[in-house]
């Protein structure tokens, strides 16, 4: 399904070069539930952007569903974020002006969901991760923890076929993240979903087919489990 | 050293009200290091913010040093929270306009610390986290848990006597995060400091002598280990 080729970050910060991935070579299949693990500052969320389609690689190639992304235009790679894939972002990025319920009726509007279709979809994925109480709070107005979960109900919204989690579960307590955990399990071994997950929690990597240790920018191995 | 007595505090949004504490009671004796867990959105960050005098209660008092923190003027309060206490925010709050190194100054610039003193305390804090290579970068420029790093050096630039740490570690590798909570001890023992941590992390509350349970705004239990 996806494919990193000798992939290349690069971040010039005038005279600086900073390399956050090097030559970095991975293989995820469709349907595969992969746990990537590293130190802080590592190039997980690097890595996740590229594979999201929210960035490009400075060298290397990379592919999804054999298609290089480097190659598509705008409005191609736009459909891919906003039909197949699903990204919980390791800060969040809830619009503040936005009330909860809007944020995750989102990605919904961008794909030109009947708004009453997407109102029910985000209300019943609120109710899911507990937030049927806030639907109407502003994200400010939020927990850390709550501000987690409507990011994760957000990335829900489309059913998006890949999943990409930066560290959901950091602002939870281990009760909560672990009915996320248990829930995202379900849309993997139910829907066969691909799941993508960079976390601290060893407790996902027991979940996870696949695992993906990531140190200095480099992939340093793979086990499978 | 702090005592909570009857503390509620209630949110108030157009008609609806929502009561985040209700009825607190708590005392943290000096040089005490206290863990403080509970679900997501059970008020711990709201708790924390009260005990930092960066908000007043709705009802009760809070005493800090045997002075009521509401019959406080703000330059009293100001005074406190800049040479007693150090924060770290859950979401790290930290300014985007300014280098990591000048936010990590910026405490001991409000104490009107010498320039070249600051700068030479701010870059031993920042190496402390091992971030000396980042000192010039922006926040912006940063990764999770570099920018959790950076809420920390500056928690403990006016070396202060309280420690609030709201979830320090949800964003590092467990041996960053073993090695940030090691040194958070060292102050505790070595230097008496009181440290108050929110956390989820069960490896945090082994290091406690007083660990608070908080759920629906009130507190469930108090341990001592
Ligand atoms: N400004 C506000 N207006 C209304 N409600 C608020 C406001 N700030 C917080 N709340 C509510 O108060 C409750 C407690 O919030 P708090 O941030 O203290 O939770 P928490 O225990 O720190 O949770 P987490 O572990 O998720 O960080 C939440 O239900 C939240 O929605
Ligand atoms: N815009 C940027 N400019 C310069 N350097 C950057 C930029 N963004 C990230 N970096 C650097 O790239 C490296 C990798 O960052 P990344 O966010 O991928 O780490 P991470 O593995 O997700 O870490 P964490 O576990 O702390 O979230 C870091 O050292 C960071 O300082
Ligand atoms: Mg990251
Ligand atoms: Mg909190």
């Not at 999201?52 to 705008?74: F, M, N, V, Y």
């Not at 957000?154 to 955990?181: F, H, M, Q, W």
């Not at 399990?185 to 060893?202: A, F, M």
């Not at 990597?205 to 240790?213: I, M, P």
Request: proline share 3%; net charge negative; glycine share 8%.
């Amino acid at each position: 399904l996806l494919c990193l080729e000798n992939v290349w970050k690069i971040y010039q910060m005038g005279e600086i070069e900073f390399a956050a991935l090097k030559g970095v070579d991975l293989e995820i299949d469709k349907g595969e539930f992969v746990a990537i693990l590293g130190p802080s500052g590592s190039g997980k969320s690097t890595m996740m952007n590229l594979i999201g389609c929210l960035d490009l690689p400075s060298r290397g190639t990379i592919r999804l569903d054999a298609r290089d992304i480097s190659k598509l235009c705008e409005s191609d790679l736009a459909q891919i974020r906003g039909k197949k894939i699903g990204f919980i972002f390791q800060q969040f990025n809830l619009i503040p002006t936005l009330s909860v319920l809007e944020n995750v009726m989102l990605p919904l509007e961008f794909q030109e969901v009947d708004n009453d279709v997407a109102r029910q979809r985000a209300l019943g994925l609120l109710e899911l991760v507990g937030l049927k109480d806030r639907v109407y709070y502003n994200p400010s107005q939020l927990s850390g923890g709550q501000r987690q979960r409507v990011a994760i109900a957000r990335s829900l919204a489309v059913d998006p076929d890949i999943i990409l989690a930066d560290e959901p579960t950091g602002n939870l307590d281990s009760k909560t993240g672990a009915y996320i955990l248990d829930f995202l399990n379900g849309l993997h071994t139910n829907e066969g979903k691909t799941i993508i997950v960079v976390t601290h929690d060893l407790n996902i990597v027991k979940y996870a087919e696949k695992v993906v240790y990531i140190k200095d920018g480099e992939i340093e191995k793979v086990e499978y489990t």
